[in-house]
Structures are given as C-alpha cells and as structure tokens.
C-alpha cells in the first residue's frame, strides 16, 4: 500500500490534498512534492523485503503515489542494470564506478518512470485525457503508458523534434501537434487549451 500523505510545495511550504488532480502549487505556482508517512512505510519496505520483491519500479510500492494496484500501468519499468565500467574506472582512477543503464526501460529513457507514475496516479484520480509539451523522451514515454492505460495523449513538440521521438508518439496512437517553436511555446500551447480541452497536464515538474 502506499503511504502518501499529501503534497508539499517545494517553495512556499503549503500543504494541499494528495487526492485530487494537481499540478503547481495554488498558492505559489511552484512543484508540489508527494509526502510519505515514512515511519510507517519502513515498517514492511525493509532491505529484507526489497530483495525478495520483483526488481521493478514497483517494489518501492510504499513511497509510490498509486493507492490501488488495480491502477498500475506498468510497462515493466525500473531495476536497471549498474554496470560495472572496468576501463573507463581505470582511466579516473576509481574501483567502483558504475553506470545505470537507463536505456534499458520501456520507451528506452529514465522518462518510463516518472511517466508510469504520473499516468498512473492521474487515471487513479480520475484524467480523461493527458497532455504534454516535449522535444524527446518524455513524449514517447507519456505516450507509451498512456496507450496502456487507454487515454488519449495529445503530444505537442517543436516541429524540428528527431523523427524517432515523433513516430514513436505515433506508434502508441498519440495526437501529435508538430509546433513551429521551442518547447516553451508547446507548453504554453498545453497550458492554454488544457481547461477548454480537458487535458490533464503531465508537463515535466508541472505534476507533484
Ligand atoms: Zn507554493
């Protein structure tokens, strides 16, 4: 189970309820930041139990935000591979340096984390519609989990974006709107169509 509190916004302190849509602070307009009754999750997250648990994003389920596992949307991202980098190591002169491919989840980037969560959550709390501003691997990934939990995404990137990240929004069945501008304009495009158009706005720093 999750042990989620409340959000807390990273600037001004406020507190505001975990359990409805939010993306910046009301009060201020900066990132809200989940909190976790952590006494009570290191009741049963304990190193004993992390080794027995499946090497997943998942097996921190007691500091993740989803209340209900039937809300998961997983793609089978996290527990990356560390690898040991014996010659670059040599070279600086360190033993123990180590590199953590994240290439290896789902939509090939470290975005399938904080995308699964997100799109998670948000169906959890009731998004019909997602929507995101990206020039790369946040869109593929948002797109990904997005097609998995069965919600439009509307994808909105700078129209000179590598082909590979627009096709694979296409590839989940993303609505992509190629934008002649830089990724600031295509959030200012989401930020002001989302109420009209009912998205939910999955912006990098812009969910808790
Ligand atoms: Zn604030």
Known sequence: MSFLIDLECGACGEHHAADELQNLCPACGKPLLARYDLTSAGQTLTKEALELREPTLWRYREVLPVREDDYIVSLGE??????HTDRLGETLGMDALYIKDESLNPTGSFKARGL????????E????????????NAAGAMAAYAAKAGLPAYVFMPRDTPAAFIIECYAH???????????????QIVAERKDQEGWFDVSTLKEP
């Open 78 to 83: 996290g527990g990356t591979p560390l690898v």
């Open 116 to 123: 699964c969560m997100a799109v998670s959550r948000a169906a």
């Open 125 to 136: 709390l009731g998004a019909t519609a997602l929507a995101i501003p990206s020039a790369g």
């Open 173 to 187: 069945g993303a609505h992509v709107e190629l934008i002649d501008g830089l990724i600031t304009d295509c959030g």
